[in-house]
């Protein structure tokens, strides 16, 4: 990617031939900008989210030779503590947030009211230190509350 950001910018430096070279400098600044980002990016990829996926390969491997290759959803899911201890009407919520439902669709939902619901996924990001709905998502994939298959369907 940063080759095709350093082409991009060759492309710019050897073509443009307006003489406006404020428009020439800000387009560069942003190319350089864009790839200084991505490098970033990786940084952040290569020191955070390679490590956590990694650890969760070893988790699983070592629960697969643990439970002699048979890795059911239980046998997984005590692996995590923290997982043990969602509610069914927790699990509900993370399944909703995963389908793509907003706070407000959840709460019709479910006949509750939206604060309520605000206040389960305050408590689910607080018990799971999980921040974001993405991640809210990937959560419910990988401890098996939503099937990769029904969240595809979805669209």
């Known amino acids: ?31 350089i900008s864009c790839g200084e980002d991505l490098i970033s990016h990786c940084e952040i990829e290569n020191r955070l989210l390679v490590p ?29 503590h923290r997982e043990e201890s969602l509610s069914e009407r927790e699990k509900d ?16 939902r479910l006949c509750l009211s939206f604060h309520t619901i605000t206040t389960y996924r305050k408590n689910l990001s607080y018990k799971l230190n999980i921040h974001s709905t993405a991640a809210l998502v990937i959560y419910a994939i990988l ?4 099937n990769m298959e029904d969240i595809k369907n979805m669209d």
Do not use: W
């Open 1 to 31: 990617m940063a080759s095709k950001l350093n082409e991009l910018k060759d492309i710019f430096l050897q073509h443009y031939c307006l003489p406006n070279t404020r428009d020439l400098n800000q387009a560069l600044f942003n190319i």
């Open 143 to 146: 401890h098996r509350i939503v």
């Open 93 to 108: 919520i993370i399944r909703l947030v995963a389908y793509g439902l907003s706070n407000k669709e959840i709460a019709d």
């Open 52 to 80: 956590a996926v990694e650890d969760l390969e070893r988790r699983v491997r070592s629960s697969k030779i643990n439970c002699g290759g048979d890795t059911s959803h239980a046998e997984i899911s005590s692996t995590d």
